[in-house]
């Protein structure tokens, strides 16, 4: 799902959907990469339509009046609990006035007229604290930002655009399509269109070599001076840009021209020196969903040769984990899928000879078996695949098979080793004895390839996890759903939110709900904004992260009103800030919204995350439930480095935010406790931290906000944990080293020195608040069967849940359960049974390294699965019994 596509845009996403790309391979791959415009992009229409947001800033005291009513109508223990307003009355409380309205709206279309924009269309918000304008060209929108910031860029002449009001605190400008630069093929009419840039053929840096270029696209004043482009025939035009995020500074202490109260960033990269280069240009993708897949071709890319800083002790696997013979493995339930590549296979062919026969030798539970395997044991999906794959069967799941290797038998050397090998094993020894970097059998001196796990993807584990697909069964008694409640449970409308022109089919849930023995949908799912058209690519790439949202919510709460809510990437940031104006904007939206996706904390200004968190704690004041997935990779809730980094979405205090738990045999303290007896036997297995480490494809992710004030609610947990932790974050080398940073990127605060992460702890927003199962969910794309991991699962599993127990209150003449966190924590603190604790394993790992630093899971919560797994039938017992009451005027 993520493999590194190099279409680019303004901003890319982060998904992670561990998938099988047919039925038929049905083991776990994993790609690291992300990319949400693959070659594949669609060609957008340059002209639009772009949406350009203006935020009007509501009076200080109406904030403070309306979060401090937020919080009381979400509290159980509150008499004004489930008071929620309705579109009317929030409009009167946000108090914004007409002449407010009026004057934003007066600038925003003087401002555009300012760039000779046509075609517009204007929107007023309903609650009338944000204005829109919708423009049929990008460059208008870069335009605007030019002028309202005074930046000067060579060639460009930045309009005269008009200081704005000074109750309008934000301005957000969309992202550049993916071929806009593309299509201008002369350089005059390529550098009139900024920020666009002409690149002659011989040209590899993108400018001219006697040009100086300077410009920035921060808000700051910036010089370009050149001594101009030699006309060439022979060139291109290029171009990247993220969009604008405008505000409006305090004035400075000597007085210079007003625009300099005005600030335009472009939201690219984390730029921070406590990262490296690499990980900051791996910054620059914006957006990401949370989701893994992979495809066989991902299995034999080799990695770059990991750092000793970046790894835990213990045997590190070297170039060799790429099999030099051809050969990589994955686990299947009960099983190994050994995959081959023809293409190694006959490279191989010609050094040492076609091999007959192969012995594979691994090891589980401290036993060694031996399997023999013909070239007639390999198949692909079609004729002429360049990837065959053979399966080995009788494993047991859950428990790890580790020293796996490959011994190839040519022709004019061994023909008969069977017995051979169980001669071997009979002596607790391989079959098959190719250990270290020799690629010789030890036994017999046969060419061989020692192979390992394929995740992380840098620092691969000596081990692989045979698992099954997650069932229905599996699920509800994961999260304590008992059959005969669930056969009769109602459901909330419930939503998924998706970015990045995600598609699906509703044939896909369909095909998955009859699967699971459900009925087929009884209505259709509604749609909001764009829905894929006849003849676009529906594949894993386009569709993953979607379908996977999509079926788990229609299968674990199969009675719910389905809607698909889709936000432009030309719609102001073109996600959760657009995402949650639309929602606030509609009269009778879904009461839950799972969300997938995330997007690095420190990369907005604290104005942008300011007016955030106002319009996403509005949804809270009307009933609506808002959960998050944290991220799949560990500490860095983006991007696959072991720095420390929040999430703009899961970090805010409105917001449930969701990590991922996994099944293991290891999870004693799961056996342990009392309470947990009731759900099966103590040698069942429990759940645990979802990580690489432990033989899933990606890591729960786990972090404190740099931005937001730690909430009350969750105070008394997250300062025990700290209290009794004797390390946060913990070195989990075992090398007595400190090998990773422990400071966050910050450059909206702290410019490029980063942030202590230490005085956040007991200071700042935590996340997660909960966790559920996140791994080995099957998925549907085109018919096409995938196996799928990451939070990206756990969030709509969650949200499925939730809205399972809203229809339950709806139904008993409750209000909804609206925002949950104020209920969740109070009720974990009175009834933590309710919750099943998730106390093994640790997120010092990404999809692609295994990190020095972590956090490790505990008793109570961590920032590893927060306070546990929510249990349905023990929360549907203690639903908060407030009868509703009618909200005041």
């Not at 229609?554 to 698909?564: E, G, N």
Request: aromatic share 8%; with cysteine.
């Amino acid at each position: 799902q993520r493999a590194r596509a190099t279409a680019v845009i303004a901003w890319r996403a982060r998904a992670r959907d561990s998938s099988t790309m047919a039925a038929s391979w049905v083991g776990r791959l994993c790609i690291v990469g992300c990319g949400v415009f693959a070659a594949w992009a669609r060609e957008v229409d340059q002209q639009g339509p772009y949406k350009i947001g203006a935020f009007i800033r509501p009076p200080a005291k109406t904030v403070q009046e309306l979060t401090k009513r937020a919080l009381e109508v979400s509290n159980p223990e509150s008499s004004s609990y489930g008071a929620y307003y309705d579109q009317q009355q929030l409009a009167e409380a946000v108090g914004v006035t007409k002449a407010d309205v009026d004057a934003a709206s007066a600038w925003l279309r003087d401002a555009i007229g300012k760039v000779n924009a046509t075609d517009l269309s204007h929107h007023v918000a309903s609650h009338g604290d944000s204005v829109s304008i919708t423009v049929r060209d990008f460059y208008t929108t870069y335009a605007l930002g030019v002028g309202l910031a005074g930046v000067a860029v060579k060639g460009f002449s930045a309009p005269d655009v008009p200081l704005p009001p000074a109750n309008l605190e934000l301005l957000v400008t969309p992202a550049m399509p993916p071929n806009y630069c593309n299509s201008f093929t002369h350089q005059q009419l390529c550098e009139r269109h900024q920020p666009c840039q002409w690149k002659l053929a011989h040209d590899h840096g993108g400018h001219h070599k006697d040009d100086k270029a300077s410009a920035q696209h921060d808000g700051k004043t910036a010089t370009n001076s050149s001594k101009g482009h030699h006309a060439k025939a022979n060139g291109t035009c290029t171009g990247d840009f993220d969009g604008w995020v405008c505000w409006p500074e305090n004035p400075p202490a000597v007085a210079v021209d007003e625009k300099t109260f005005w600030r335009c960033f472009e939201p690219r990269e984390l730029n921070d020196d406590t990262m490296s280069s690499e990980e900051r240009w791996r910054a620059k993708w914006r957006l990401r969903r949370r989701g893994k897949r992979v495809d066989h071709a991902a299995l034999f890319a080799r990695p770059r040769q990991p750092s000793a800083s970046s790894t835990k002790a213990g045997p590190t696997p070297r170039d060799n984990v790429y099999s030099n013979l051809g050969f990589r493995v994955s686990p299947e339930s009960r099983g190994l899928s050994l995959v081959l590549d023809t293409k190694a296979d006959a490279q191989t062919n010609n050094e040492t000879g076609r091999w007959k026969t192969i012995e594979v030798s691994y090891r589980q539970l401290g036993v060694f078996y031996t399997r023999v395997l013909s070239r007639s044991d390999f198949n692909g999906s079609a004729p002429g695949d360049e990837f065959l794959t053979a399966h080995i069967s009788g494993l047991i799941n859950l428990e790890p098979a580790d020293r796996i290797a490959v011994c190839v038998n040519g022709p004019g050397s061994i023909v008969e080793v069977t017995a051979s090998a169980a001669a071997a094993a009979a002596v607790g020894q391989p079959g098959c004895a190719c250990e270290g970097d020799q690629g010789v059998d030890k036994r017999l001196g046969r060419p061989c390839d020692a192979l390992y796990g394929f995740s992380p993807h840098q620092n691969p584990a000596t081990f692989v996890l045979p698992r099954n697909h997650q069932t229905l069964s599996a699920l509800l008694k994961d999260m304590d759903v008992p059959a005969g409640l669930f056969a009769d449970a109602r459901g909330a409308p419930l939503a998924v939110g998706e970015f990045a022109f995600q598609t699906f089919l509703e044939s896909d849930v369909n095909v998955i709900r009859k699967g699971y023995g459900l009925q087929e949908l009884s209505r259709g799912i509604s749609v909001v904004g764009r829905k894929a058209q006849p003849g676009e690519p529906d594949t894993f790439a386009t569709s993953g992260e979607g379908s996977l949202d999509l079926q788990i919510a229609a299968v674990l709460s199969p009675k719910s009103d389905l809607t698909w809510w889709s936000v432009s990437p030309y719609d102001m940031d073109g996600f959760i800030l657009a995402y949650a104006v639309q929602v606030n904007d509609a009269e009778d939206p879904p009461l839950v919204h799972s969300i997938s996706w995330g997007s690095p904390e420190a990369l907005y200004p604290p104005a942008m995350v300011e007016r955030l968190d106002y319009e996403l704690m509005k949804l809270a004041l009307r009933g609506i439930t808002l959960v998050g997935a944290s991220g799949d990779n560990g500490i860095s809730s983006i991007h696959p480095t072991c720095t420390f980094i929040s999430d703009i979405l899961s970090s805010s205090p409105w917001i449930t935010s969701v990590g991922a738990s996994m099944p293991s045999r290891s999870s004693a303290p799961y056996c342990v406790e009392p309470v947990a007896r009731e759900l099966g036997a103590c040698e069942e297995p429990g759940p645990i931290t979802c990580a690489t480490t432990a033989g899933a494809v990606v890591t729960s992710s786990g972090y404190w906000s740099i931005y937001r004030d730690q909430p009350k609610w969750q105070t008394a947990e997250v300062h025990s944990y700290v209290d009794r932790s004797e390390c946060v974050p913990c070195n989990l080398t075992g090398s007595g080293r400190v090998a990773t940073s422990t400071k966050t990127p910050c450059q909206h605060i702290n410019g490029k020195k980063g942030c202590d992460l230490e005085p956040l702890l007991k200071r700042t927003r935590a996340s997660p608040d909960v966790a559920a199962p996140g791994s080995s969910f099957p998925t549907f794309v085109n018919k096409t069967l995938g196996i799928l991991d990451g939070t990206s699962a756990s969030a709509p599993a969650f949200a499925a849940v939730i809205a399972m127990l809203s229809a339950e209150q709806l139904a008993s003449g409750r209000p909804s359960l609206g925002f949950l966190n104020p209920w969740l924590y109070g009720t974990y603190r009175k009834h933590p049974s309710a919750f099943t604790d998730v106390r093994v394993g640790d997120i010092g790992a990404t999809e692609e390294h295994q990190c020095a630093m972590g956090y490790k899971a505990a008793p109570g919560w961590d920032p590893a699965t927060g306070v546990g797994v929510p249990r349905f039938a023990a929360l549907r017992a203690l639903l908060p019994s407030a009868e509703p009451t009618r909200a005041e005027g």
